[in-house]
Each structure stands twice: as C-alpha cells, then as structure tokens.
C-alpha cells in the first residue's frame, strides 16, 4: 500500500469519527493489572474527536502516578515532560497543548512502564494507524513500555491496516468498552 492509500485512509477514518464521535471514558482501563502495577505512564492530551484522556489524567493522578506527555520536536520526534495535571503547565502548540517543562532524558524513558498512544484505528494484529507524522513511531520504537492505543467503539478492524518497516505495534487497543491484547 502506498503512502497515498494511507493518506486517503486517515481522510476516511476522520471523517467517520467526527460523524459518530461520543464523549466516552476510558476509565476501566485502569483496573487492568498493567495499569495496576505501573507507576510511570506517558499519556497524551486530546484533541478533537481523538478519545478523551482528562478524566484518565485526573484519577492517574488521584492515584499517585507520574504522568508524562509529549512535546513534539522540530524533527518530529517526541520528547518526554512529567506533567503534574496543571493546565497552567500546558501551552499551545498548534492544534495540540503540550506540557512546560524539561523533558526526561532518553535514558529515563526506559522507566516508562505504560505508553497511551491516540489511534484513528488498530487492526487485529495491533498495527495502529496514527495521523501520519510517525512522531509516536519513533518514540514507541525506543521505549519498552506496554503500549495501549485508545480508539472509538468500532475502530478496531479484522481487515489489515497497511504497516510499513518504521511502523510500530502496540500491545492492546481499549476501546470505552473493552481492552484487546494483541499477542506478539
């Protein structure tokens, strides 16, 4: 599949996300044992239609956890900033807020036990197609961490979602009903 099949792709899913877009929670995803046992996680803030993670920020933090979001580099990687929940430590940065701060150094991101990655949509064999700009492909390609891609009801598909050699799998998908571990 070509890299304009993809685009064309991502037009599709977005388009139908913001048809049937709901606010939903995934909330539940926290009482999985991998959530249960993990200190460390890097999340993302939402925007648009992408699934919401305010309310899994807030109870992360009620919960004692280390939040870390992305700030997007000028080559497109992603750099890693404890965030403390504040939205005074946000600032804009095009359609997206990103944390202030410093960002962890690349050997700390070996201490990340959770990535939450935002997904138009996952494929049984847990390949994720994101917005295109393989910023979350590089960073997932460094970190070791259990990888779960957030994703609307019905953005889990059997067809094969096309994946090229720097694509990286996640480990399960959540959806605001189930979680879907991928077996490797």
Do not use: C
């Not at 979350?136 to 990888?147: E, M, N």
């Not at 990286?168 to 879907?180: E, G, N, R, S």
């Amino acid at each position: 599949m070509t890299q304009n099949e993809k685009t064309e792709l991502r037009k599709y899913y977005r388009h139908e996300r913001e048809v049937r877009f709901a606010q939903d929670s995934w909330l539940h995803i926290l009482a999985s044992a991998e959530f249960k046992a993990a200190n460390r996680i890097a999340s993302y803030l939402a925007y648009g239609s992408e699934p919401a993670t305010q309310d899994l920020h807030q109870e992360l933090h009620r919960q004692g956890k280390v939040i870390y979001l992305p700030k997007l580099l000028p080559d497109n990687d992603l750099a890693w900033i404890e965030w403390d929940g504040e939205i005074s430590n946000l600032t804009q940065s095009g359609k997206i807020m990103e944390p202030k701060g410093t960002p962890i150094s690349r050997a700390s991101e070996s201490e990340i036990e959770i990535v939450i990655v935002p997904a138009l949509h996952i494929d049984r064999d847990g390949n994720r197609l994101g917005q295109g700009g393989g910023s979350y492909d590089r960073a997932l390609a460094r970190i070791s961490a259990w990888k779960i891609a957030l994703v609307h009801s019905g953005e889990i598909t059997s067809e094969a979602i096309p994946a090229e050699s720097h694509d990286q799998k996640v480990d399960a998908a959540a959806t605001p009903d189930l979680i879907v571990r991928f077996r490797k």
